[in-house]
């Protein structure tokens, strides 16, 4: 231990008196562990514990109640949104519980069950609104509840202004005042309530979802005034039944008497009729029999994927901040060595020296790390209400989790020490002699170095390669909660990159080679580059580092947008307007006229009907189109019924033929494999689901973009002359000008007031996501290149204060010297670029690859099209133009050097 103090008592006073070299080291060190210790505070902070998810989901209330699906049974988790499963049943086979959740009234119901002297708060989710804005109409979710009392506090939370307690006072979230323009005090109108404006009072937050948009009125002043606004509108009043209870999203929040209770028997009685019970005894004393959260197909696998994108990029963001501090501990190795000398002549020996350099990568490591850790967590504290509105949610509270942050940290200690370690085995291996005479021998790499160099960077690639495609999907975590596919992946890549750096070496000594065809200065810049391979190897590492990481990020980001282009289906021509109903044929008049008052300029309206195939009273199916055998099985789809302008609006296409064949009473197909001989073949499913096919005369109709979503096309007369029936299905308009986003939204909330089953879109096409995040990712990445070419060469042209000095001596005039060390930085920094550019493909190549592994029909991994030449060519041509000017105008007034 007395020799550790020593050492590190050397480290110390090294790294005080050079201060700047030291800042630095430990500001590379402490960013990526602020960083770290950011991310995983506020992830810590963002897990809400079961007492803190009560407190969102009913608030100082003792339950919530939902209506899921009266008279069905169901399973649940001890939260519903964790999980809820119908449980199959014969509809004559109905249980007693079902037969009376179906014929009670809900709220009569819930009195039987509960205990006795319980309290039911309704707490149902109202319909969309319309309001009016300065600029027209804005939707709103509506919700009623009385403020004025705690029972809705964590749920629902006054943060200013007053709660509602007179007529027609309502509240509304920050987004709806945002949106709006609106303040506390100023009146609001509902569409259809125009007769009874709301006075805002206050402002309310959802700590779960920050951002939506929601007026808060009193129990019974909007509900009942929206229904009464639909009888007018012509449709039916809502009814207090089971059914309708259940698709208006009926809820009750539960008060319960002194000294009553709701287990987990309870939960499953309610579950027996269809009701949903989150009750908060059961989420602080959860049972274990409780079903398990069932995950959607694929998610499992789209979690490890993004596992190991996150898994690459923070290995690969510490190899950066390993190599990019490696020749900050080199200068200090080299500046040191006499001192180093000494100590070895005093009787130290190699290995003695090696710790010497060891020991200021712990002190500065471990610097950084305490910094890094520190400030990341007051960064988070200082701007945490920036974060949660930035995430929508707020944190149940700030949690620094010990384990975390000091494995975090310990992380950034092992970075500082990967870096010193390439410098201490340099140190331990210079000879006392050469250390005392301040000289600097030049080494011969071996022969097999770059050999090694081609292995390494072979099986690095094959490692990626098969975590991306080979390694086994969801297997266990084998280290640090990584399974062997990602571990695979972030292996791979990190050989990559250290594979290249062996190649180093061998391409110094042929550039040393080149010197001698070259004029004086480019002559003395080469030769003095491979000369120093010591020096100048942590150098290349640095900058091959930085552009490693930046051309995996801009490679990856542009693969996945053109991957993600390239699997996007069209469900309609782009800028189209689609209605689809769903059991709400009855509201499409009502529907049609509500849409272009909303959109007055949809141009011309294609109605949309669906064939229907009656083999028996209350029997029928959906009539499809056979379109051949695809991997082995019959491909079938449902048959787009519709006249000529359906041609024109959901094909996009004007064909006179076309046209003139559906109205003759042929089909119109788009998709070849619907084409059989020249007919088009129906296919109806009767009793027992035996097939009956009916086959149309047809014609083909090029359109290769609406075969995946009108693959045949029929006229309405047609499929009635076949004694079929004929149901509205919705519509569908293709406007000339693009429809404006708050336009769709008015439009929406029409359509889900009227029809609350009924689907209402426009079609976007497809949209990058995440553009934000990825430009910024993209600077950073951008920032820190170009700050390693200009530190790494700054580094080792401080490095090379004595070459300069001998250049003076004899007579080099300083635009030699400016040459010669602009040349020495560009080469450094066309070494690192080109290399680093190599190294970026691996991981971005094998993330890219692991995106589309076992997907039928998957887009290419990676188009050369698609990859960001231009970006590619900044890195490799510019940067090295750049690092060379900013190395000859470097202010070069060199002072004497003392053999």
């Not at 030049?442 to 292995?455: F, H």
């Not at 491909?635 to 003759?664: I, P």
Request: glycine share 10%.
């Amino acid at each position: 231990m007395s020799a550790w103090r020593a050492v590190l008592r050397m480290a110390r006073r090294d790294a005080l008196r050079a201060k700047g070299r030291s800042a630095l080291v430990v500001a590379m060190i402490a960013l990526p562990v602020l960083g770290a210790t950011g991310v995983d505070v506020v992830h810590r902070s963002g897990q809400l514990s079961a007492a803190e998810r009560s407190d969102r989901l009913m608030g100082r209330s003792d339950a919530l109640i939902g209506a899921y699906d009266p008279g069905r049974s169901i399973e649940q988790a001890v939260f519903p949104a964790d999980g809820v499963r119908t449980l199959p049943v014969r509809p004559d086979n109905q249980t007693p519980e079902q037969k009376r959740a179906i014929g009670t009234e809900p709220t009569v119901l819930l009195g039987e069950l509960l205990p006795k002297g319980s309290t039911l708060i309704p707490a149902r989710t109202g319909p969309v609104a319309s309001v009016q804005t300065h600029d027209g109409l804005a939707p709103v979710d509506t919700f009623e509840a009385d403020l004025t009392g705690e029972l809705w506090q964590g749920r629902l939370n006054l943060v200013s202004g007053r709660a509602p307690a007179a007529a027609h006072e309502a509240a509304a979230t920050r987004a709806f005042l945002t949106g709006t323009g609106l303040r506390i005090g100023d009146r609001v109108t509902v569409r259809g309530l125009e007769s009874t404006p709301f006075t805002l009072t206050g402002t309310v937050e959802l700590p779960d979802d920050l951002n939506k948009s929601e007026l808060v009125a009193r129990p019974g002043e909007l509900y009942q005034q929206l229904d009464a606004a639909q009888v007018t509108a012509g449709l039916a009043p809502q009814n207090p039944g089971a059914e309708q209870a259940a698709a208006n999203k009926a809820a009750w929040l539960v008060r319960l008497p002194a000294g009553a209770s709701l287990g987990w028997e309870q939960v499953r009685e309610l579950n027996r009729y269809g009701y949903t019970l989150a009750s908060r005894q059961v989420a602080a004393h959860p049972p274990a029999d409780v079903p398990a959260v069932e995950e959607a197909v694929g998610a499992q696998d789209a979690r490890e994927r993004r596992l190991m994108t996150v898994a690459t990029t923070a290995a690969m963001a510490l190899l950066e901040v390993a190599l990019l501090a490696g020749p900050a501990f080199a200068v200090g190795a080299r500046r040191a060595r006499r001192q180093l000398a000494l100590f070895g002549a005093a009787g130290g020996r190699p290995g003695h020296v090696r710790a010497v350099v060891l020991g200021g990568g712990l002190v500065l490591g471990a610097a950084g790390a305490v910094l890094g850790t520190v400030v990341g967590a007051a960064l988070v504290a200082v701007l945490r209400t920036r974060i949660e509105e930035w995430g929508g949610s707020r944190f149940g509270g700030l949690t620094l989790n010990p384990s975390d942050l000091l494995g975090i940290a310990a992380v950034g200690m092992v970075t500082a020490l990967l870096a010193a370690l390439l410098p201490a085995l340099q140190a331990g291996r210079r000879e006392v002699l050469d250390g005392l005479t301040d000289r600097d021998p030049v080494r011969r790499s071996a022969r097999w170095t770059p050999l090694l160099g081609l292995a390494v960077v072979l099986a690095g690639i094959g490692l990626a390669l098969y975590g991306a495609v080979a390694a086994p999907t969801g297997g266990m975590p084998v280290v640090a909660g990584l399974s062997t596919r990602t571990l695979s992946v972030l292996g791979g890549a990190t050989l990559a990159e250290l594979g290249l750096l062996l190649f180093t070496p061998l391409l110094l000594a042929l550039l040393g080679r080149l010197a001698r065809l070259l004029p004086v200065g480019p002559r003395l810049a080469l030769r003095d580059t491979a000369r120093h391979r010591s020096r100048t190897g942590p150098a290349v590492a640095a900058v091959l580092a930085a552009v490693a990481g930046a051309v995996a990020v801009g490679v990856h980001t542009a693969g996945a947008e053109a991957q993600d282009r390239a699997s996007y289906r069209l469900e309609q021509p782009v800028g189209s307007v689609r209605l689809t109903l769903h059991g709400d044929a009855d509201t499409m008049p009502q529907l049609r006229t509500a849409i272009v008052q909303d959109l007055p300029d949809l141009g011309e309206r294609a109605d949309l009907y669906e064939a229907n195939y009656v083999f028996c009273e209350g029997c029928s199916s959906v009539v499809s189109a056979e379109g051949g055998q695809r991997y082995g099985r019959d491909v079938t789809r449902s048959v787009v019924v519709g006249d000529a302008k359906v041609l024109r609006n959901l094909l996009a296409v004007r064909d006179q033929a076309a046209e003139t064949a559906l109205l003759a009473g042929k089909a119109v197909v788009t998709d070849p494999s619907y084409l059989h001989d020249g007919k088009a073949v129906l296919r109806m499913l009767g009793n027992n689901m035996e097939p009956k096919d009916v086959t149309v005369d047809a014609v083909l109709l090029e359109r290769p973009a609406a075969q995946r979503y009108a693959p045949l096309v029929i006229s309405p007369d047609t499929i009635r002359g076949l004694g079929l029936k004929v149901v509205p299905a919705g519509a569908i308009w293709l406007p000339t000008t693009p429809v404006a986003d708050k336009a769709e939204q008015r439009a929406a909330a029409t359509v889900a007031r009227l029809a609350p089953h009924s689907e209402f879109g426009v079609e976007r096409g497809f949209r990058p996501q995440s553009s934000v995040v990825q430009v910024a990712l993209s600077g950073f990445a951008a920032l820190v290149v170009l700050g390693a070419a200009v530190v790494s060469t700054a580094l080792a042209a401080d490095d090379a204060r004595r070459e300069r000095v001998l250049l003076s001596a004899i007579g080099a005039r300083p635009r030699t010297r400016r040459t010669v060390a602009g040349l020495q930085a560009g080469l450094i920094s066309l070494l690192g670029a080109l290399l680093g550019t190599i190294s970026g493909f691996v991981p971005a190549y094998a993330l890219l690859r692991s995106r589309v592994a076992g997907e039928m029909g998957a887009p290419p991994v990676l188009n050369p099209a698609d990859v960001p030449w231009a970006t590619i060519a900044l890195f490799a041509l510019a940067l090295p133009v750049l690092a060379g000017l900013l190395g000859a105008l470097r202010r070069d007034a060199p002072a004497g050097w003392r053999g």
